[in-house]
Structure formats: structure tokens, C-alpha cells
């Protein structure tokens, strides 16, 4: 009992961060329909901007992950409105994703080689945020960082929910999203919500980056990991399912603290891709599909 | 019409006198071995276009592929002894079932699916390659038996062209069959392809087996030329450079890999110490051909053989 109390701490902690990721991810592929491989990138981008922030310019560390937040949502907006949209106007409708896929693979090859020419092959990182640590339940103990990076998570996760849920522009978001032709009939702005959706995917992508960085350090090739668990996620939990998204980034978690304890950290991708083999077997639309969502099915 | 169809077969023959008097004119040297290198990977970028430029489908994973038939060919012919002339079947049959497998289990799905489980496989391919030691030698590299025993490239450079040109003609008869048809059908509009009755799920698993074989067949002779292999061969770097490759040359015209592989690839080895700036150059291209220039080169060098074509003609 007490095993599987802690491996559930342990799994919610570890997968705050990719419920962040993913968020975005499919936040960015349900409204816009672009695969985005280069949000990894963005994640890095945050780490890199935390960095500066806490290193250089000496923010608190509060403001440390604000200020990445913004940088990486002004980098997924200027992305948007200097790529996407011309790609927008001359891709073929039935070649859009593959489109923007390997766009955003030319993003990602490009943001990750530059970081590595500017900064090198070298981790930037910090001892921490927060000094100290902290037993739960009196069974384990968690370092400040991933506490209080697990509560920056789940709060940036609230106040986007209540953005998309409760503002007009987070319903318009949501409305492009099912319907893009019938939103722009009733007067939304398409171009200015695209904008905004992959500048805020970006911005959460930043906040995972950024809150975590005394624990996983700035790096290169930092977002490979991150984007593949979010993949990962959105997989298990099937396509355009949003609410079960934290669910899915739990147990991606508890997968990963289980792969590493029992297999060792090289045989942590075979195991997630046989789990991912499974699932696509036993049930393709995810665990949590349903009827009414957007179905990994070709139509 | 009839010039077309004659231009159609001398062109490519033309082409090919000019490779194989390559080594006649330019020994066997640094020259040779980039010109090696380098059709490598326009042979690699063709197969992958196979997938890619006709039932759009991205095998982000075409390195592991290649990867896998370098790795059974050599540790099939380092292991038993046998001759590498023979394993040559065990890295196509061996690249093909893996990627029929996965065919058969993401090709239902949407196509981003199957380039993500494509990109899971490599990674995991990857890390089998580092941490199998006991089978792969890790990172300390796997040597393997060369193909043949001499110290010169002139040989291995004529048996890469007979390479390249076979499957070149295979993918091409395919391309121009009914298979090909249903091909592009798929690749332009699934849902007219399905409401045409075309079974579009086993097309592309058809297609898709065909290039991963393909990739086996490069990786034998990659495995059995450099005679040492690490895991970097299945690296997704790797899989970017073929891909970016494929769609700077031009997708669905299977010979503008080459071109552009032989035109980019010598070009980016200036950059070879320095190869964070390779790879952003690859990333700039592919960002412009995607935006701005969706034909690649293939459909630059079209258009200016046609307009020079009309031109003679209209003398």
C-alpha cells in the first residue's frame, strides 16, 4: 500500500510537467491541426530563458518563470504569424498536417542547433529555485523544486481552464476548434486566434521548461524527452480528449519512475513503446476515447 | 509525344553513362568516396520519397530502418561467418518485416500516427543499439567483414550505382503500375480514394513495406563499405538529413533526392567541422521548400527542361 501510495506521489510529480506539454501539444493539434514537433524545443527555449533570467539578469524565481512564459509565448506567436500563415495560404488542404509537420521539424532542427551553437553541449543549470526539501506523508522525501514546480504546473493548468472555458476569446478558441468555417461566420478572427493558440501552447510549454530547471538542466537536446512523453500522452488518452489529458500525464509518470526502477534508464523507451504498441492493439482510440471526439482513425 | 517517350528513356541512360565514367575521369580519391557518401544518401532519400512523396505518409524513422538491415547483415555475417554477399536477403527481409509490422499496426490510423510510431521506433532502435552490447557492441562500434577485399572505392562506388539503379527502376515500374495509381490516389485525397473503393489501408502498407526494404538494401551496403558500425547510423539526425534531402530534391519524383543529395551533400561538407550549422542549413531548406517552394528541385529542373524542350521546338 505504502509502494503504491508513493509510486502515485512520485508518478503525479514527474508527470506535471508533461500534463503541461501535452496540454499544449493538443491544444495546438486540436485547433490547428499541426503536429508539432517542435514543442519540445519551446520547452527548451523556456529552460534557456529561466536561465537568463535567474542567472544573468538574478529574477526571483517567480518572476524567473513569468518571464520565460512570455518569451516562449512571444516565440510561438512570432513563429505563427512568420511561418504557419504563409504555409496556411499555400498548403493543400489534404496536405496541411504532413505540411506543418515537417515544418515544424525544420523549426525544431534549427532551434536546437542554434542553442547548441550558442551555448554549446553543455548543461546550464542551477543548484535550485527553492532550497530544501519536504517528506509527504511522512513516507518520501520530494525536493522543494518539484513541489513547488508540481503547484506552478497545476496553477497554470487551473487558470487555462478557466481562460478556455469562462473568456469569449478562450470559447472562440474552443469554437475554431470544431468548427473553423462556422466560427469565422460568426465573426471570430481566425488569424488572430491561431496566433494566440500556438502562442499560448508555446507559453505552457515555456512554464514546464522553465519551473523545473534546477532538476532538469538547460540543454540542447532537453526537449527530445519531453516531446516524445507528451506524444505519449496524447497517444494513450487518444486525440482532441483534453480533460483526461492529466490522467494520461500520471500515468506517463508512474511509467516512467516503474521503467526506470525495474529496467534501468537505456531500456525506458522500449518499454514505453511496447506499452504504446499495446494500446494501439487493445483499444486505438486511446483509453479515454469516445464517441464525439476526434478520432485517431483515418476518416 | 514521341520525343517524350524517347526523352523519357535516354535521359536517364544519358545520366547514367555520365556516373559510371565518374571514376575514369576522377580516380579513386576524396571525390569519390563524397560522391559515395552522397548517393548513399539520394539513394535513401529516394526510397524514402517512395512513401513520403506519393501516399504522404513521413517514415520519421527511415534511418532505423536503415539502420536495422546494416545491423542483421552484420551481425548475421560477423557471427555465423557467412559471406555479406549472402546477408545482403537478411537486411532487406529483416528492414521489411519491421516495417511491415509497423504498417500493419499505424497505417489505419492518421497519418501522423504512423510518423510518430515510426520516430518511437527509431528512438527505441537507438537506445537497443547503445545498450544491447552483448549483440551490437554498444557504442564502441560493431566492425564488419567488407564486401570485398580491396583497398580502393572504384569497385563499391560501380556496385552502389547498380544499386541506386535497380531500385530506381523497381520503384519506377511500381510508381507507373496500378499500384501507383492507387498511390497517388491515396496520397492526393483519401476520402476520394476511399469512395473510389480503392482498400487504401493495404496499399500503403504495400508501399510502405517496399521503401523500409529499400532502406535494409542502402544499410547492407552502408554496413559492408564504412565495415563498422555505431549507433548513430539509426540517430533521428540521420532520418532529418534523408528526409530533408528528399523534399529540398522534390517530392514524388524519386530521382530529385539524387540530384539534390548530390548538389547539397558536397556542398554542406565545408560545414562538416561545424555540424550544428549543417544541420540549420538543412532546417532553412526545408522550411523554404516547404513554404515557398513545394516542387523542390525536381520541379525547378522540369520546368527548365520543358521551357529549354519548347523552345528547340519552336525554332
Known amino acids: ?299 | 509525344m514521341n520525343i517524350e517517350n524517347k526523352s523519357n528513356i535516354i535521359l536517364p541512360l544519358l545520366v547514367l553513362a555520365l556516373f559510371l565514367l565518374f571514376p575514369v575521369f576522377y580516380g579513386d580519391g576524396y571525390l569519390l568516396r563524397i560522391m559515395i557518401t552522397s548517393l548513399i544518401i539520394g539513394i535513401l532519400g529516394m526510397g524514402f520519397d517512395f512513401t513520403g512523396g506519393f501516399i504522404n505518409i513521413v517514415n520519421f524513422g527511415y534511418a532505423a530502418f536503415m539502420g536495422i538491415g546494416a545491423y542483421s547483415s552484420g551481425i548475421i555475417a560477423t557471427r555465423f561467418g557467412i559471406s555479406p554477399w549472402l546477408t545482403v536477403f537478411a537486411a532487406v527481409a529483416v528492414s521489411g518485416l519491421v516495417g511491415f509490422l509497423l504498417g500493419l499496426l499505424t497505417l489505419r490510423l492518421r497519418g501522423i500516427f504512423a510518423a510518430c510510431m515510426a520516430w518511437f521506433l527509431a528512438l527505441v532502435a537507438h537506445s537497443l543499439a547503445i545498450n544491447w552490447v552483448g549483440l551490437t557492441r554498444g557504442s564502441s562500434g560493431l566492425i564488419v567483414p567488407s564486401l570485398l577485399r580491396t583497398p580502393s572505392n572504384v569497385p563499391f562506388y560501380y556496385i552502389l550505382i547498380g544499386l541506386g539503379f535497380f531500385i530506381y527502376v523497381v520503384l519506377s515500374l511500381l510508381i507507373n503500375s496500378q499500384y501507383g495509381t492507387a498511390f497517388s490516389v491515396i496520397g492526393q485525397d483519401l476520402e476520394a480514394s476511399h469512395a473510389s473503393g480503392v482498400n487504401s489501408t493495404k496499399y500503403k502498407i504495400i508501399n510502405f513495406t517496399i521503401s523500409c526494404a529499400v532502406a535494409g538494401l542502402v544499410g547492407w551496403f552502408y554496413a559492408h563499405y564504412f565495415r563498422i558500425l555505431t549507433p548513430d547510423v539509426t540517430h533521428t539526425r540521420q532520418t532529418v538529413e534523408i528526409l530533408a534531402i528528399a523534399y529540398i530534391g522534390g517530392r514524388g519524383s524519386l530521382w530529385g533526392s539524387v540530384i539534390s543529395a548530390l548538389i547539397v551533400f558536397p556542398l554542406l561538407e565545408y560545414l562538416r567541422p561545424v555540424p550544428e550549422l549543417r544541420l540549420i542549413v538543412y532546417g532553412f531548406m526545408l522550411i523554404l521548400v516547404m513554404v515557398y517552394y513545394p516542387g523542390g528541385m525536381a520541379s525547378l529542373l522540369k520546368f527548365v527542361y520543358s521551357s529549354a524542350k519548347n523552345k528547340v521546338l519552336s525554332q
Open chain 1, 1 to 299: 500500500m505504502e509502494f503504491l501510495i508513493n509510486l502515485l506521489t512520485i508518478g503525479v510529480l514527474r508527470g506535471s510537467s508533461y500534463i503541461l506539454m501535452a496540454l499544449g501539444l493538443g491544444l495546438i493539434f486540436g485547433v490547428m491541426n499541426i503536429p508539432n514537433f517542435a514543442h519540445g524545443e519551446l520547452y527548451m527555449i523556456g529552460a534557456y530563458l529561466a536561465y537568463i533570467g535567474y542567472t544573468t539578469l538574478s529574477l526571483p524565481p517567480v518572476l524567473t518563470i513569468i518571464f520565460a512564459a512570455a518569451g516562449t509565448f512571444v516565440v510561438g506567436g512570432i513563429l505563427e504569424i512568420v511561418l504557419f500563415r504563409p504555409l496556411r495560404k499555400r498548403s493543400l488542404p489534404g496536405r496541411w498536417i504532413m505540411n506543418c509537420f515537417l515544418l515544424t521539424l525544420g523549426i525544431s532542427i534549427i532551434l536546437q542547433n542554434t542553442a547548441q551553437y550558442i551555448f554549446g553541449y553543455r548543461y546550464l543549470g542551477i543548484s535550485s529555485f527553492w532550497p530544501g526539501t519536504t517528506s509527504i506523508l511522512g513516507t518520501i522525501t520530494v525536493s522543494n523544486d518539484r513541489l513547488i514546480g508540481f503547484a506552478i504546473s497545476a496553477l497554470a493548468v487551473l487558470i487555462f481552464w478557466y481562460f478556455l472555458t469562462k473568456t469569449k476569446t478562450g470559447r472562440a478558441i474552443q469554437a475554431v476548434s470544431e468548427d473553423e468555417i462556422g466560427a469565422e461566420l460568426v465573426g471570430v478572427n481566425l488569424n488572430f486566434i491561431f496566433t494566440l493558440t500556438f502562442a499560448l501552447g508555446a507559453g505552457l510549454a515555456g512554464i514546464a521548461g522553465s519551473s523545473l530547471l534546477a532538476i532538469n538542466a538547460a540543454h540542447p537536446m532537453m526537449g527530445l524527452n519531453p516531446l516524445f512523453k507528451s506524444w505519449f500522452v496524447i497517444i494513450l488518452i487518444g486525440m482532441g480528449n483534453v480533460g483526461p489529458i492529466f490522467i494520461g500525464g500520471v500515468i506517463v509518470g508512474i511509467l516512467e519512475t516503474l521503467s526506470y526502477a525495474y529496467f534501468g534508464a537505456g531500456w525506458q523507451n522500449a518499454v514505453s513503446l511496447a506499452v504504446i504498441i499495446i494500446i494501439l492493439i487493445v483499444a486505438p482510440q486511446g483509453i479515454f476515447g469516445k464517441k464525439g471526439v476526434q478520432s485517431i482513425w483515418e476518416k
